[in-house]
């Protein structure tokens, strides 16, 4: 992927300044709306971190790791919505839009409730699987039983999430991110130091927001509806043809989801090995991987909606134009994060834990994480490509790939040099991610001429 920036930096002068405008405009509510994502988890980090004991901490970073499992497991929600609603956006179909929403919105409500249903394996198996010490895991059910309630809510949300993206309303989709993660961060410091709710109280205080972030979300759809277009039809809602698609394309980001977070709880189990102390210390610096990851992913983001709507046109030249100025902007963006981890990431450190062992660790694995943007960025960039042009069946069998490259790196590493073998397996990992799916990205430029 190198050459790929390399390219980029090449052709930049030759681009158009409206490109330059255009990605910008798209990628910087989008990258304020996402970094209220990780602030949000360095709030609840920062809670958990000062109360009395490691195990507080270790609990809600697993608990966390749960609902990475579960509700970014099912991300095609906000994904798929986003390809599909960018692409009938580009043709200007705006009846196909509409029943992709409410297709979408019905998909979220039953898995929400199946979640809640199957609430006490999910929690009781995941949570055994992953590891940890007893203390660790009491914790953690804590902040699971506490927050789980939300569950169809916040799938709605992704798929509200989805549709601004897809349609470019990305100030709108700031609007909403920061009305949610206020919210929780309200909610957190009331519950937890008013009501004293422990880590509940954490649990609970995002659970909170997810409901108020579905009020605003559906505001935002009646709000923002179509004008003019005839009733929802059953028939065309329940389309074979449409639904199968959906399906498919949900099915593809969903397994490459689960492998994308099969990596993050196998990382987190061979860290739960070494110790509460190394455990928390590796969530911790999880921390500045999520916060450099949802900065990034505004790039990727408004490279889906821009390649979604170029393809939606067949417009290969527009496809082309978005390519190179996302990529351009991304490779900078990840530089940035890169200078200020290794410059500030001691600093950072001693902001979210006044556990000494668990500051101790996280400094000694810190340039791991100050190197992992400049690797990162390629596979987040592409991600947001093969998004917009609904490729999901490449995401997919590219997820797969870079996994097993993972768990057999991670394997063999954490054997000869501990942690810190731990870490250079991640970075392994994210370097397969974007090597990848480069091989894949020709194909997708010949699909839109040949369309």
């Given at each position: 992927?190198?050459?790929?920036?390399?390219?980029?930096?090449?052709?930049?002068?030759?681009?158009?300044?409206?490109?330059?405008?255009?990605?910008?405009?798209?990628?910087?509510?989008?990258?304020?709306?996402?970094?209220?994502?990780?602030?949000?988890?360095?709030?609840?980090?920062?809670?958990?971190?000062?109360?009395?004991?490691?195990?507080?901490?270790?609990?809600?970073?697993?608990?966390?790791?749960?609902?990475?499992?579960?509700?970014?497991?099912?991300?095609?929600?906000?994904?798929?919505?986003?390809?599909?609603?960018a692409q009938a956006h580009g043709a200007d179909n705006q009846d196909e839009l509409r029943y992709t929403v409410v297709r979408a919105l019905l998909?979220a409500g039953v898995i929400g409730a199946a979640v809640l249903l199957l609430q006490q394996p999910l929690i009781g198996y995941t949570l055994r699987?992953?590891?940890?010490?007893?203390?660790?895991?009491?914790?953690?059910?804590?902040?699971?039983?506490?927050?789980?309630?939300?569950?169809?809510?916040?799938?709605?949300?992704?798929?509200?999430?989805?549709?601004?993206?897809?349609?470019?309303?990305?100030?709108?989709?700031?609007?909403?991110?920061?009305?949610?993660?206020?919210?929780?961060?309200?909610?957190?410091?009331?519950?937890?130091?008013?009501?004293?709710?422990?880590?509940?109280?954490?649990?609970?205080?995002?659970?909170?927001?997810?409901?108020?972030?579905?009020?605003?979300?559906?505001?935002?759809?009646?709000?923002?509806?179509?004008?003019?277009l005839p009733k929802l039809n059953r028939a065309a809602l329940f389309d074979a043809a449409a639904l199968k698609r959906l399906v498919v394309l949900?099915?593809?980001?969903?397994?490459?989801?689960?492998?994308?977070?099969?990596?993050?709880?196998?990382?987190?189990?061979?860290?739960?090995?070494?110790?509460?102390?190394?455990?928390?210390?590796?969530?911790?610096?999880?921390?500045?991987?999520?916060?450099?990851?949802?900065?990034?992913?505004?790039?990727?983001?408004?490279?889906?909606?821009?390649?979604?709507?170029?393809?939606?046109?067949?417009?290969?030249?527009?496809?082309?134009?978005?390519?190179?100025?996302?990529?351009?902007?991304?490779?900078?963006?990840?530089?940035?994060?890169?200078?200020?981890?290794?410059?500030?990431?001691?600093?950072?450190?001693?902001?979210?834990?006044?556990?000494?062992?668990?500051?101790?660790?996280?400094?000694?694995?810190?340039?791991?994480?100050?190197?992992?943007?400049?690797?990162?960025?390629?596979?987040?960039?592409?991600?947001?490509?093969?998004?917009?042009?609904?490729?999901?069946?490449?995401?997919?069998?590219?997820?797969?790939?870079?996994?097993?490259?993972?768990?057999?790196?991670?394997?063999?590493?954490?054997?000869?040099?501990?942690?810190?073998?731990?870490?250079?397996?991640?970075?392994?990992?994210?370097?397969?991610?974007?090597?990848?799916?480069?091989?894949?990205?020709?194909?997708?430029?010949?699909?839109?001429?040949?369309?």
């Amino acid at each position: 992927m190198s050459e790929a920036a390399q390219g980029a930096d090449t052709l930049a002068p030759a681009l158009p300044v409206r490109w330059h405008r255009r990605v910008l405009t798209l990628a910087f509510p989008i990258v304020l709306a996402n970094l209220t994502q990780p602030i949000l988890g360095a709030v609840d980090t920062a809670v958990a971190g000062h109360l009395d004991g490691a195990s507080y901490l270790g609990g809600v970073a697993l608990g966390g790791l749960f609902f990475n499992f579960v509700f970014w497991g099912f991300g095609f929600l906000r994904m798929g919505t986003t390809g599909l609603v960018a692409q009938a956006h580009g043709a200007d179909n705006q009846d196909e839009l509409r029943y992709t929403v409410v297709r979408a919105l019905l998909m979220a409500g039953v898995i929400g409730a199946a979640v809640l249903l199957l609430q006490q394996p999910l929690i009781g198996y995941t949570l055994r699987l992953i590891g940890g010490s007893d203390a660790v895991q009491q914790h953690a059910q804590i902040y699971c039983h506490a927050r789980i309630w939300a569950a169809p809510l916040a799938l709605g949300n992704y798929v509200v999430l989805g549709w601004l993206l897809g349609t470019q309303q990305v100030r709108l989709a700031l609007l909403s991110q920061v009305f949610i993660n206020s919210v929780n961060i309200v909610a957190v410091l009331l519950y937890v130091y008013t009501f004293h709710g422990g880590v509940a109280g954490i649990g609970a205080a995002t659970a909170t927001a997810d409901a108020f972030g579905f009020v605003l979300g559906l505001a935002l759809l009646w709000h923002g509806r179509p004008r003019g277009l005839p009733k929802l039809n059953r028939a065309a809602l329940f389309d074979a043809a449409a639904l199968k698609r959906l399906v498919v394309l949900n099915r593809d980001i969903f397994m490459r989801t689960l492998c994308l977070l099969s990596s993050f709880g196998w990382f987190a189990h061979l860290g739960a090995r070494q110790g509460d102390a190394t455990l928390a210390a590796n969530a911790l610096l999880l921390n500045f991987q999520t916060f450099m990851a949802y900065g990034l992913d505004g790039f990727a983001h408004a490279a889906e909606a821009l390649v979604g709507a170029a393809i939606g046109a067949r417009d290969r030249h527009a496809f082309t134009q978005a390519f190179k100025v996302t990529a351009l902007w991304s490779a900078m963006g990840a530089v940035g994060f890169a200078l200020v981890y290794w410059g500030a990431g001691a600093w950072i450190v001693e902001r979210l834990t006044d556990q000494t062992a668990v500051r101790a660790a996280a400094e000694t694995y810190l340039p791991w994480a100050a190197l992992s943007p400049v690797i990162s960025v390629w596979g987040f960039l592409l991600d947001g490509v093969f998004i917009g042009a609904t490729r999901t069946r490449e995401l997919m069998l590219s997820m797969v790939v870079s996994l097993v490259v993972f768990v057999a790196a991670s394997s063999a590493l954490l054997a000869l040099h501990g942690n810190h073998g731990l870490w250079i397996a991640l970075l392994i990992f994210m370097a397969a991610r974007g090597v990848t799916l480069a091989r894949y990205l020709p194909g997708v430029s010949r699909g839109i001429a040949a369309a």
